[in-house]
Nanobody, 129 residues
Framework: QLQLVESGGGLVQPGGSLTLSCAAS????????MAWFRQAPGKEREGVSC????????NYADSVKGRFTISRDDAKNTLYLQMNSLKPEDTAVYYC??????????????????????WGQGTQVTVSS
């Protein structure tokens, strides 16, 4: 059974840093594009960043470019999101998601057409002083 479990969320002051992890089990991460999404209260879910299965090509939302870094360790079956210079508007529940896309060297933050069919339960990130 495919499972994704996020961790690393918490309360941090503006300007601080957090690293989120997403541990995958029940499948091999190698064949999947992976992504982070977030949803703030009263707002729609938005794509934050993704990383392809081949060549590890990355993509970021404009709102996090230069501050967030996505990475993956397929040997550990784990996805990461390093978040620096956090702002109050980064407050949200962060979800990791997987899309079966072997040998594909691009990734997308769209969830249409059946993309990203597998999701974790989310981890809360709160940026506040």
């Amino acid at each position: 059974q495919l499972q994704l479990v996020e961790s690393g969320g918490g309360l941090v002051q503006p300007g601080g840093s957090l690293t989120l992890s997403c541990a995958a089990s029940g499948f091999t991460l190698d064949y999947y594009a992976m992504a982070w999404f977030r949803q703030a209260p009263g707002k729609e879910r938005e794509g934050v960043s993704c990383i392809s299965s081949s060549l590890y090509t990355t993509n970021y939302a404009d709102s996090v470019k230069g501050r967030f870094t996505i990475s993956r360790d397929d040997a550990k079956n784990t996805l990461y999101l390093q978040m620096n210079s956090l702002k109050p508007e980064d407050t949200a529940v962060y979800y990791c998601a997987a899309e079966y896309a072997p040998t594909v060297s691009i990734c997308t933050l769209l969830t249409t057409n059946g993309r990203y069919s597998d999701w974790g339960q989310g981890t809360q990130v709160t940026v506040s002083s």
